[in-house]
């Protein structure tokens, strides 16, 4: 509710936040892909800003020393990982997952750890001093025996930490040295890569959970900039884990003649509805006691809302006025076209409250992963934590990232949200 949120700010006021602040990147026109167009980012700029922000005022005494100082530069930073995949082909796939591609729910088969599931959709390749390119490990043929429980260790040590290379390399003295270990294929190797299909369909739910696993070691080093970083980003990831349409390959309607359906439910109307209507208070943090699970459970209920996000807009258009459905909209020194205002309200009483409550829980679940970090680096005393120091080469970078996303070109899947 409005009045709850202004009693927030105004706290923020009094405990005086503040911390560095870089120049906001331009706001997306997020409304306008409804039209056809693009631009538009994951929870929309506002809605990210917003979970952030809040999920800080949900801290215990004990963290809220430390991040109220910085609330600012955590609410602002969490629109980097928007901005990344204009500059990072990696960075893509940590966004969303295609959950559909895997059968149906609740996708048992599919491996809730990472290592697991790139055992089961990567295929190692050896290339021979003579050229020829040999398969040396398949990922649909493996079975469950003590070779593949070497592959496993090897997975790893080798692929795991090349998962991100653009060319897939792996080292080639390395993997023929594991064959011949095992007794496998091993002949003289000059070359190795491997390919999986696990990017194409994304990793959101494996990634959460090397986040918290790098934000807890941040903790427990007490490294002030990194847990800012991560605090900032693994806040941006979870908000996304909380957007059905992030968990299937309809996800912008593109399947079912409602393009533009994606920034219609995560950027118009928490835009036009969630300062005004929605209630923020959502209580203190919860320790997350298997981040595995937990990230898991979160991906899995938002993907049991896709139908009804899909069918209650599909069934909407088709009675209501066409006319009155999309509006001309001033942006800056632009004209968008974006649903209308009472379209957008119409929509969100007919899913009745799903995007507040979606917006809610990621809100309790972004503080409930930072609250869990901390329990679980041992309850580090952060009101003795040095101030992180941003130097200009930090400064020259985080230019270089605007620069990248002002060019207006997502690297890796093309498709605009």
Same mark, same amino acid.
């Given at each position: ?28 026109? #997020? ?66 997952? /295609?959950? /559909? +591609? ?13 290592? #697991? ?55 080639? /003295? ?91 439910? +995560? ?28 990230? =898991? ?15 209650? #807009? ?39 409250? %799903?995007?507040?409550?979606? %917006? ?10 930072? @609250?869990?970090? =901390? ?16 130097? #200009?080469? /930090?400064?020259?970078? +985080? ?5 990248? @996303? ?12």
């Amino acid at each position: 509710m409005r009045p709850f949120y202004l009693m927030l700010l105004a706290f923020g006021s009094v405990l005086g936040f503040s911390g560095w602040r870089a120049p906001q990147p331009p706001v997306p026109l #997020e409304g306008c892909c409804w039209a056809g167009c693009s631009a538009a980012a994951p929870w929309g700029f506002f809605a990210h800003r917003r979970i952030n922000r809040l999920a800080v005022m949900t801290l215990p005494p004990e963290m809220l020393v430390f991040f109220k100082r910085h609330v600012d530069w955590i609410a602002d930073h969490a629109t980097d990982a928007d901005m990344r995949r204009y500059a990072i082909p990696a960075e893509g796939p940590r966004h969303y997952i /295609d959950l /559909d +591609e895997y059968g149906s729910p609740p996708f048992e088969a599919l491996p809730r750890t990472f290592t #697991e599931a790139l055992l089961q959709y990567t295929e190692v390749f050896g290339i021979t001093s003579n050229g020829d390119t040999l398969l040396v490990y398949s990922g649909r043929r493996a079975s469950a025996s003590d070779t593949l429980k070497a592959w496993r260790t090897y997975f790893m040590q080798h692929v795991v930490p090349a998962f991100t290379n653009p060319d897939r390399r792996l080292e080639a /003295d390395a993997l023929s040295m594991f064959l011949d270990q095992h007794n496998l294929i091993a002949p003289a190797l000059q070359a190795a890569f491997f390919e999986e299909s696990l990017s194409a369909h994304g990793i959101l739910p494996w990634h959460l959970q090397k986040m918290q696993r790098d934000l807890t070691e941040a903790f427990r080093r007490r490294d002030a900039k990194r847990i800012l970083r991560l605090c900032t980003d693994i806040g941006h990831y979870i908000g996304d884990a909380h957007v059905p349409l992030h968990t299937t390959s309809n996800y912008n309607g593109q399947k079912t003649g409602q393009v533009g359906i994606h920034a219609f439910w +995560e950027s118009r109307i928490p835009e036009l509805f969630a300062d005004e209507q929605y209630d923020y208070f959502v209580g203190k943090p919860q320790h997350i006691g298997n981040a595995t699970h937990y990230y =898991w459970n979160t991906v899995l209920n938002s993907h049991k809302l896709v139908d009804s996000v899909l069918s209650i #807009e599909w069934r909407l258009r088709q009675h209501y006025p066409a006319d009155q459905q999309k509006c001309p909209e001033t942006r800056g020194r632009a004209v968008v076209i974006v649903p209308c205002p009472e379209y957008a309200a119409t929509y969100q009483q007919a899913m009745d409250g %799903m995007v507040e409550r979606q %917006m809610r829980s990621a809100i309790r679940a972004v503080a409930s992963a930072w @609250y869990s970090a =901390w329990i679980d680096a041992g309850q580090p005393n952060l009101s003795q934590m040095d101030a992180p120091e941003f130097t #200009e080469e /930090d400064r020259r970078e +985080e230019t270089l990232l605007q620069q990248q @996303y002002e060019k207006g070109r997502i690297l890796g899947r093309p498709e605009d949200h």
